[in-house]
């Protein structure tokens, strides 16, 4: 069970997450839609790490004007490639999916660990 302390805490993440990420969500947008377009997957996943990783495609380098974050475009497939989901779990992975033409998939890789995130494309405020 979960403990208090840790439900502030992943709130507190998700809503600074949010603020960080909300530059790039008009470019987090059109790569999915290019991904899906190009049918190079249904299920694109974008990668935020404030660190290098060996995953998809580097859309945004961190620093300056960019933020703190690593932005790279990948898919369920890669994802399930490299075994980051379980080819057995792809399935429930699918079922979890949003719909991306409202949503945007984020793999956040931080201090808290790995999380999937689903941020709305258009977020208000």
Request: with cysteine; hydrophobic share 40%.
């Given at each position: ?21 909300k ?42 004007r ?51 995130l ?8």
């Amino acid at each position: 069970m979960m403990k208090q302390e840790d439900e502030i805490s992943n709130v507190e993440y998700f809503l600074t997450l949010r603020e960080e990420i909300k530059p790039y969500l008009d470019l987090l947008g059109k790569a999915s839609d290019k991904v899906r377009e190009e049918k190079v997957s249904k299920y694109p996943i974008f990668v935020i790490s404030q660190e290098e990783v060996s995953m998809g495609i580097k859309l945004v380098k961190k620093g300056g004007r960019s933020g703190n974050w690593n932005v790279f475009a990948s898919t369920l497939e890669e994802f399930v490639a490299k075994k980051l989901v379980h080819k057995n779990r792809a399935q429930n992975f699918i079922q979890t999916y949003k719909d991306p033409d409202t949503f945007i998939c984020i793999f956040s890789l931080s201090e808290l660990g790995a999380k999937f995130l689903f941020l709305p494309r258009q977020l208000q405020g």
